[in-house]
């Protein structure tokens, strides 16, 4: 079992729709990141987590320390949201999911 | 502010030789991380540098991999000896804050491609 498991693998949605990825750890963490990357390659930082809610824009993120879960969440999505979403969790060494790929359609 | 700034963005070398990658962290950030990412896979952490100090590399291949962090300029990876397996992407992140982690903000990545 990967320590950090990212659900859905691949998404596609319409264009407005609500988006959740969700992420689940099994191990300890100091910090859970959110990022994101697009096809060209570069990686955002898109929030970093130790307890509770951050938003920015369109975007939430949730983190439940007891549950070992996070969730993040797009609202009103756009085209330009596609790309993949990666949890990470821990200190600078980071365990990496797999990745979500998202695709918003038109 | 420039964010964090990598070059060369797109690298090609043959077999046997040395690619260099620099990394300007961002402006008042003393904390550099350097990650490679191979093809279809996540990212894995290589080593954890400060000003002058190398402070964790046991991510990074022990032998033809290191990494420096000069009191001045880029923090810089270099690769002796290169070998097709060394093809990936590698990503530069720094921070203002090291153990307890700081927010990370990431670099273009530099994309190695060995022939």
């Known amino acids: 079992k990967n320590e ?3 659900s859905p693998q691949n998404l596609t ?3 407005g729709e609500f988006i959740t990825i ?4 099994s191990v300890g963490i100091s910090a859970l ?4 990357q697009h096809p060209g390659g570069g990686i955002v930082s898109l929030f970093m987590l130790s307890s509770g809610k951050k938003k920015h824009g369109r975007l939430i993120a949730t983190i439940n320390i007891q549950e070992k879960h996070s969730s993040l969440h797009i609202t009103a999505s756009h085209p330009r949201d596609s790309a993949v979403y990666i949890c990470a969790v821990g200190d600078y060494q980071l365990i990496w999911g797999a990745g979500t790929k998202l695709i918003i359609k038109p | 502010n420039a964010g964090v700034m990598q070059n060369p ?8 030789q040395e690619a260099r990658l620099r990394c300007s962290p961002m402006k008042g950030h003393s904390h550099v991380y350097w990650y490679r990412q191979l093809p279809e896979e996540g990212l894995k952490f290589m080593v954890y540098l400060q000003k002058e100090n190398i402070i964790d590399e046991s991510g990074m291949p022990k032998e033809r991999f290191s990494a420096e962090f000069p009191k001045e300029g880029p923090s810089i ?4 000896q290169v070998v097709r397996g060394d093809s990936a992407a590698y ?3 720094s921070s203002t804050r090291g153990f307890v982690t700081g927010e990370l903000f990431f670099g273009e990545g530099s994309r190695l491609t060995v022939l």
Do not use: D, P
């Open chain 2, 77 to 80: 990876l270099r690769i002796q």
């Open chain 1, 33 to 36: 990141h959110w990022l994101q």
């Open chain 1, 13 to 15: 949605a319409q264009e």
């Open chain 2, 91 to 93: 990503f530069c992140a």
């Open chain 2, 9 to 16: 963005r797109h690298l090609v070398r043959r077999r046997g």
């Open chain 1, 22 to 25: 969700n992420c689940s750890y």
């Open chain 1, 4 to 6: 950090v498991e990212q």
